[in-house]
């Protein structure tokens, strides 16, 4: 009952959101800007499409909402809350891996691709979730997690069986080395990114199977046709049931580095650019483009874990019929080096920005995120999530992220301002990468605990999958079971989404504004991007424009206050939104407060 009289709360208030924002609703790009468009229907150089104008917003089902009380979110969970998310003004969900999976890596690794997880629900229920996104005219995109399987996945079972069963081929077997020693050793030195060798030997073969990841995620050998056939027939179907499209989970991995030869010690910095430039990427996805995607209207966006941005066109560059677009990490990964946190500068993050504005012509399109289910909380990582900063900091990175030149992805929770979890020992994580690397690294005897630890807390992909705070009730209104799968963060009983719908000048009711701003504003879609202060290290200020349509966005990334004198030319009389209380017209230079964030048009 409890849930039911919440729910009902919530979206009666959503209602009003959703009522309120209906002046200013979305319309195509190409019927507000006619004078920039071309006999071929470009604006600004772009061809126009439902996915770069879209924001997505990204649901990590385990997380989210459950629904039935076994402390696990699911499926139902989503389709109760789409009222929520459609309030919140975004156009396509993300929803990571919903499949059948042992969940050793909570999902990545899958263990049947037609099959929903148990925990999650039926085909029904996702059939359901698909129908109520569509009553909502909103759109579904799935996780493509096709690098590697289970090891529980029926392909995998069988390959292992014999050196001649039929499914052998679907993986990456060889024999192993002999050491100096005369002791078996891994055919080469690539390490799993969950900590430990990327080779695990099976006596029952006597050879080694690749694994990138986890010991229970098998590499999928591309090399073979059938295994490329099985994908694209997984592919359709799915679409064929309606979805919008696939977030491909390390695709770039798929071509391996012919021979398999040892990482040099230069590559083994970076072993991310080596497994993501095999020689046959682009052949592999033009073949998944011309054989799947070409045949329907749908989205693709590929997780490019070591594609540079120099190497970005060659998948997106849209005369090369690969995907849409892809998540490069250069920003998001700014404050980290390997796994270690390192402090980043605010003319280092512009300088990837600008540097993305200067390689990207028209035909690239691009994504703006800076926080998923693998990294910290976005407000933890890139704002100030100290009681007095949060709120501030929170809506000023929403501003950054609907006003940047891309597709915005904003991971759950964020639009309420969520923050890190105050994790005090090892116990406390469930992550297959922080367990592993406790164990090599601290276990090991490499990383005195408590290091390991502090650098933990801070960059641990758990911040990021604690549950959804929905209310101030028992485990934020997560989970009606006495514990869920991960503990709610302890703030859940300030922070949530209930206190946030009701106050007006919530961090949620802000993202509203901003999302409602990118849609109405053809210019912070196809608009040109231009960082007018690229070494000033707290102001980051920038236009986007588009024929007569100008933005100027100034954004304050610090507590303290800053001055910035406007360029000639630029009228600050307009603010269209602000995430302070501030008069709209200054005269003379603008004066920002701590975490302030403005947007002019002019
Ligand atoms: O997040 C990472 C380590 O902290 C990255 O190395 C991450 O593993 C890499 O970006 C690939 O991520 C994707 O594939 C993994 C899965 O664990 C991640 O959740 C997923 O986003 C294996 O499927
Ligand atoms: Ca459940």
């Known amino acids: ?166 499914y ?48 229970k995620q098998p590499d999928l050998n591309w090399e073979n046709p059938k295994v490329r056939q099985e994908v694209y027939s997984l592919m359709r179907f799915w679409l064929d049931k309606g979805v919008d499209g696939f977030r491909m989970d390390v695709i770039p991995y798929i071509s391996k580095q012919p021979g398999l030869p040892d990482l040099t010690p230069a590559q083994q ?40 941005l120099a190497q970005e066109p060659a998948l997106v560059d849209d005369r090369r019929h690969e995907l849409n677009m892809i998540f490069n990490f250069d920003a998001v990964r700014i404050n980290r080096d390997g796994k270690q946190w390192k402090d980043w500068t605010l003319p280092g993050l512009k300088a990837i920005y600008a540097q993305h504005a200067a390689q990207l012509d028209t035909h690239s399109w691009d994504t703006v995120f800076l926080s998923n289910h693998d990294n910290p909380r976005l407000v933890s990582s890139f704002g100030d999530d100290r009681p007095e900063y949060r709120v501030a900091s929170a809506k000023l990175l929403a501003t950054m992220l ?26 406390e994580y469930n992550d297959i990468e922080a367990k592993n690397g406790w164990q090599e690294d601290v276990l090991g005897g490499h990383v005195p605990a408590a290091d390991y630890l502090a650098n933990l807390r801070r960059m641990s992909r758990d911040n990021a999958r604690t549950p959804m705070q929905w209310d101030a009730t028992a485990n934020g209104g997560f989970t009606t079971a006495a514990k869920p799968w991960l503990a709610v963060n ?75 004198a406007l360029p000639p030319g630029v009228r600050a009389d307009r603010l269209v939104l602000g995430n302070l209380h501030t008069a709209a017209a200054e005269t003379g230079p603008l004066h920002l407060q701590g975490w302030e964030a403005r947007v002019y048009q002019y």
């Open 168 to 215: 052998r081929d679907y993986y990456i077997w060889r024999p192993g080395k002999v050491g100096p020693d005369g002791k078996r050793m891994p055919p080469n030195n690539y390490r799993s990114a969950f900590s430990g060798s990327a080779w695990q030997y099976d006596p029952q073969t006597g050879e080694y199977y690749l694994h990138l990841f986890a010991i």
């Open 1 to 166: 009952m409890r849930e039911l009289a919440v729910r009902g709360m919530v979206a009666g208030l959503v209602l009003g959101a959703v009522l309120a924002a209906g002046a200013q609703a979305t319309s195509p790009a190409g019927s507000q800007t006619k004078g920039l468009q071309t006999g071929s229907g470009l604006v600004n150089g772009y061809q126009p499409t439902w996915w770069k104008s879209a924001v997505v917003y990204q649901v990590y089902p385990r997380s989210f909402q459950d629904s039935n009380g076994d402390g696990i979110g699911d499926l139902r969970g989503i389709t109760a809350r789409l009222d929520y998310l459609h309030g919140l003004g975004v156009d396509v969900l993300w929803l990571s891996p919903h499949y059948d999976s042992p969940n050793a890596d909570n999902g990545y690794d899958i263990r049947d691709y037609r099959k929903v997880m148990t925990e999650f629900g039926t085909m029904a229920d996702f059939d359901a979730l698909l129908a109520g996104i569509k009553a909502r005219h909103m759109k579904l995109i799935i996780d493509l997690v096709v690098n590697h399987t289970s090891d529980e996945h029926h392909w995998f079972v069988e390959s292992r069986q014999s050196k001649n069963n039929p």
């Open 490 to 564: 302890p703030n859940f009983t300030t922070i949530n989404a209930s206190a946030e719908l009701a106050d007006p000048d919530s961090v949620y009711h802000y993202y509203a504004q901003a999302i409602a701003l990118h849609h109405r504003a053809p210019a912070l879609v196809y608009g040109d991007y231009r960082d007018l202060d690229p070494t000033n290290p707290q102001v980051f200020a920038y236009t986007r424009t588009l024929g007569q349509e100008r933005y100027l966005v100034v954004l304050n990334f610090s507590e303290k206050p800053a001055e910035f």
């Open 402 to 427: 609907m006003t940047l030149r891309g597709t915005p992805f904003v991971y759950q929770g964020d639009e309420l301002g969520m923050t890190n979890y105050p994790f005090q020992s090892i116990n």
């Open 269 to 308: 910095q970076h072993p991310d650019q080596v497994f993501g430039n095999g020689p046959r990427r682009d052949e592999f996805l033009q073949e998944m483009n011309r054989e799947v995607l070409s045949h329907y209207d749908v989205m693709s966006v590929g997780e490019a874990a070591g594609v540079t």
